[in-house]
Nanobody, 120 residues
Framework: QVQLDESGGGLVQAGGSLRLSCAAS????????MYWFRQAPGKEREFVAG????????YYADSVKGRFTISRDNAKNTVYLQMNSLKPEDTAVYYC?????????????WGQGTQVTVSS
């Protein structure tokens, strides 16, 4: 298993950018596909983006396609979410998740989340 620790959240104006990081513990990071999710107040957690073990394949929710980019650095045991052209509706707690299957709807490990707030 891996332990996940998100960072990089904060307050940003609409149209701005943020980069989230998710650092993983353990030596088997490259064995895990990685995913980003978010949960807005009063709403269910929703998928944002996924990336394969080597980073060669990615996919996104339609709501963020063209604005967000997921990437990973296996040497640093870290996955990133670059968020551009942010909108108030992107406000949420963002979580990273790990799974040894790609793509999947069953996730093995979750981080604690990082808050992103986009002001209008």
């Amino acid at each position: 298993q891996v332990q996940l620790d998100e960072s990089g959240g904060g307050l940003v104006q609409a149209g701005g950018s943020l980069r989230l990081s998710c650092a993983a513990s353990g030596r088997t990071f490259s064995s895990y596909a990685m995913y980003w999710f978010r949960q807005a107040p009063g709403k269910e957690r929703e998928f944002v983006a996924g990336i394969s073990w080597s980073g060669g394949s990615t996919y996104y929710a339609d709501s963020v396609k063209g604005r967000f980019t997921i990437s990973r650095d296996n040497a640093k045991n870290t996955v990133y979410l670059q968020m551009n052209s942010l909108k108030p509706e992107d406000t949420a707690v963002y979580y990273c998740a790990a799974a040894r299957v790609y793509p999947t709807k069953e996730y093995e490990n979750w981080g604690q989340g990082t808050q992103v707030t986009v002001s209008s």
